[in-house]
């Protein structure tokens, strides 16, 4: 119940960590681009690169839904239809809730080769590709609340996440440097200011149902909180890394 204190606990933390998804498909993005960015942009590249990515996500997620399709028929879960159905819940992610995650990872790595080639084609794009990331999830995420164009999962959805760990991947030698304690400071201050606004604004307008801003102003609020939560973690990984063990990495590594 919206009164009851667990409850607001319960939402604080489920809330407040929504940068969670945003902080997988960012470090996803540093690491693709990382490697890719200065590659030849040969045929050869790119066919090794789908072959390495359906070996080991999109192989792995065909045989996922699969099991989770045959375990939820046999469990009763619910009733088998027709193969269409099934191969539906296949291609759109349902076959199980935390399947549409993978699909949305499956589609930015298909158009992995489109931004590289614009990265190399054009240097505003690779000096500017967070704000392109951001300005682009924003516009989708307004447009497709209003004209529900797209209610299946789809890669604009995380693009903003992915695009500022491409750029992170890019610029990783000039990035890797700590904080100083100001920048550190400024930096906690605003992520928590951020994801408690966040979290405050969701509980009236999703739960209690009181409009205290415009959709548009919300999600850009919501896109910023992931977005400096994704940096911010980075910068803290830095720092932990500087600061640990050479054992202690190796049991990481590990």
């Not at 607001?8 to 998804?21: K, P, S, V, W």
């Not at 200065?38 to 699969?66: C, E, G, H, N």
């Not at 999703?206 to 609020?221: A, Q, S, V």
Request: glycine share 6%.
């Amino acid at each position: 119940e919206p009164n009851d204190p667990w409850y607001h606990f319960y939402l604080l933390l489920n809330r407040f960590t929504r940068f969670e998804g945003p902080v997988f498909v960012f470090l996803s993005g540093v690491v693709l681009f990382y490697n890719y960015v200065d590659r030849p942009y040969t045929q050869k590249t790119w066919l090794d690169f789908y072959r390495k990515r359906f070996m080991y996500i999109l192989a792995p997620y065909l045989v996922w839904s699969l099991f989770y399709e045959a375990f939820s028929h046999y469990m009763g879960f619910r009733e088998y239809e027709n193969m269409e159905t099934v191969l539906n819940n296949i291609l759109y992610g349902s076959s199980n809730y935390q399947l549409y995650f993978i699909l949305i990872l499956v589609q930015l790595y298909f158009l992995l080769p489109v931004f590289v080639y614009l990265i190399q084609r054009f240097g505003f794009v690779k000096k500017y590709l967070f704000l392109f990331g951001f300005g682009l999830e924003y516009l989708f995420q307004v447009l497709n609340h209003t004209y529900q164009w797209i209610t299946s999962p789809f890669f604009m959805v995380y693009i903003a996440s992915f695009l500022l760990g491409g750029w992170v991947g890019i610029y990783y030698p000039k990035l890797k440097h700590t904080l100083t304690k100001w920048q550190f400071g400024l930096f906690f201050f605003i992520t928590v200011g951020l994801g408690l606004g966040y979290t405050y604004i969701y509980f009236h307008q999703n739960i209690l149902g009181n409009i205290l801003m415009e959709y548009e102003l919300f999600k850009f609020l919501a896109i910023s909180y992931y977005l400096i939560s994704c940096y911010f973690l980075f910068k803290i990984a830095i720092w932990v890394d500087g600061i640990s063990s050479d054992r202690f990495k190796a049991v990481i590594e590990t």
